[in-house]
């Protein structure tokens, strides 16, 4: 199933017409997660424990969001999102602050829940993946890079004992992770507070791609470093995506970022998506003057 | 004025009788710290006041039941006296903690019970051997030093936990985004608040003997008793303390951890009064 994509949308109020292209087209594999929510089914108390699923391979959309909605402290910050995002290529999600892009990122491994709607992972909702192991397959890099105690080596190896793949050589498969992050295996009995920021950022990558995920969710990365770390983080993640075949999502303030490394781009506001497309169209032909005064702070 | 220091070899056989007289003059020492109160602006003077009469009404009323009890040497009266002290007890440790939750007051209850009841069974049956079983001359002050502990521990255990959580937000979310249990990513704070809660503990068993004598075996060695029978009833009563403190702070923390975390492991904190 071929995914299109439209540049811009008719307005903040409205709901993304390609979106709702793209809805029709995965009527049948959306129909059965939305009346799912629909009901008010909720997650069951063995839900930690659910048997695993087979993942689903040769699959366009990573993830496929259907009318969802997310509330937090009785604001919503996520509204009536629908969206593609194929596997393989860097999304970013842009915004002002507020916009919900960091809620609709949480909502992709289940950190948080929707309210309602449908979130399909390889076609399949959710909650259909007992959480532990979607989370593993769906990585998150964290805003501010969270060392858990220990050396490099025991944030690694922690990973490792939570996701790992049975039979891989746990030395040889920490030392892959680390040339991933480009990082020094020098670094392997460092404390984390003996480590730089940027340092910390590419462990807790490397921390992320321990468990051999297919998508890496990374919720502004760059943010606490200096522009030249940022670039070579961002130039790391290219890398990843294109050798890994891993599919990113990126939570970004900085648009320059968004427009040199994604190959998508997801513009919100409030909460809805206002414009989404492939990077180069979104940045180069969207006419709504908001929007545009929005992309052209960036540049 | 009653003069108590006697000497080890007379004390079992001297009670000094301590009058109402004699406690008008104890009453002067707590003038003195109303007057330093007073002195110095605190705005104590009140509740130290209060706090002093309370003190006279509860123990006169606590010291009548105690006879009572004694006096009619009933089981059930026993068994009613101790869940009134757990009761009080468990409201007591919960009722430090803000916007406390129904389900918080059940499991240091439930915690407290579990740990006091163990330990007044172990102690009561293979140490002091107490005859008949309800012997409320033992049970009752025994089970009052493990309740006043266990109290303690299973306020600052909850407290500690849930300002762990709190700060560790980001580590559990860290731990929980890579597939982690949630008994792997809140392992830290429940080891940190298990830390809290057992600290007070050690360090008394450190110090007891050195820089404080303990009240029970100060009130055993003024009622009369050997000094060499009180100490061994004070390990007794140190060694009972540090092991109902231990088993109230392991299930208030990893019972209490669990309703931070949905079934979906995702952490909740709306719940426990605090921003998420």
Not at chain 1, 102 to 128: C, E, H, K, M, W
């Amino acid at each position: 199933m071929r995914l299109k994509y439209i540049v811009e949308l008719k307005g903040v109020l409205k709901l993304p017409i390609l979106s709702k292209v793209c809805a029709v087209e995965r009527c049948g594999l959306i129909k059965e997660e939305t009346s799912h929510m629909a009901s008010g089914a909720q997650p069951y108390d063995g839900e930690a424990t659910r048997p695993p699923l087979p993942m689903p391979t040769n699959l366009t959309s990573a993830f496929t969001l259907k009318e969802v909605r997310q509330v937090k402290a009785g604001i919503t910050v996520v509204d009536v999102v629908e969206l593609d995002i194929p596997t393989g290529e860097i999304i970013a999600l842009v915004g002002p602050s507020g916009a919900g892009k960091t809620s609709l990122l949480r909502l992709l491994n289940r950190l948080d829940d929707p309210v309602s709607g449908a979130i399909l992972y390889r076609a399949r909702g959710l909650t259909q993946y007992p959480v532990q192991e979607l989370r593993r397959k769906v990585g998150f890099v964290f805003q501010t890079p969270v060392m858990f105690p220990g050396t490099v080596r025991d944030n690694l190896s922690m990973a490792l004992t939570l996701g790992g793949e049975p039979g891989t050589d746990p030395d040889e498969r920490m030392a892959a992770a680390l040339a991933l992050a480009e990082l020094d295996c020098a670094l392997y009995d460092r404390e984390g507070d003996q480590l730089s920021g940027g340092q910390k950022q590419r462990v807790n990558i490397a921390r992320a791609l321990m468990t051999s995920p297919d998508v890496l969710l990374m919720d502004e990365p760059t943010s606490a470093l200096d522009p030249e770390t940022a670039e070579r983080l961002m130039e790391t993640t290219r890398r990843l995506s294109r050798e890994q075949h891993l599919t990113v999502v990126m939570v970004t303030h900085r648009l320059s970022e968004a427009r040199r490394t994604s190959d998508r781009t997801v513009v919100l506001e409030r909460g809805r998506v206002v414009a989404c497309g492939s990077t180069v169209d979104v940045f180069g032909s969207t006419t709504n003057p908001r929007i545009r005064a929005f992309l052209d702070t960036g540049t | 004025m009653p003069h108590f220091v006697q000497s080890a070899a007379t004390a079992s056989r001297s009670i000094v009788d301590v009058s109402w007289f004699d406690l008008a003059w104890a009453f002067g020492l707590i003038l003195i710290a109303i007057g330093i109160a007073r002195w110095q602006g605190l705005g104590l003077a009140q509740s130290m006041f209060i706090g002093a009469i309370r003190t006279i009404v509860q123990l006169m009323l606590v010291g009548y039941v105690l006879v009572y009890i004694f006096a009619l040497d009933r089981w059930y009266l026993v068994v009613a006296a101790l869940l009134c002290m757990l009761i009080v007890a468990t409201k007591a440790a919960v009722g430090r903690q803000h916007g406390v939750s129904r389900r918080l007051l059940m499991i240091t209850g439930v915690a407290m019970l579990l740990a006091s009841g163990f330990t007044l069974l172990y102690i009561s049956t293979l140490v002091v051997r107490v005859a008949p079983w309800y012997n409320p001359q033992y049970l009752i002050p025994l089970f009052g030093m493990i309740v006043g502990s266990t109290m303690n521990a299973a306020a600052i255990a909850a407290e500690r936990l849930a300002s762990e959580v709190v700060a560790r937000q980001a580590e559990i979310e860290a731990y929980l985004a890579l597939g982690a249990t949630y008994q792997q990513a809140s392992q830290q704070s429940v080891r940190q608040a298990l830390r809290a809660a057992l600290i007070p503990t050690v360090n008394g068993l450190m110090v007891v003997g050195i820089v404080t004598l303990p009240g029970m075996m100060t009130g055993q060695i003024l009622a009369g008793s050997s000094p060499l029978m009180a100490i061994r009833y004070q390990i007794v009563v140190a060694f009972m303390q540090a092991g109902a403190v231990a088993i109230t702070t392991a299930i208030v923390t990893l019972w209490y951890r669990r309703t931070f975390f949905t079934p979906a492991l995702q952490l909740k904190l709306q719940t426990h009064g605090a921003a998420a």
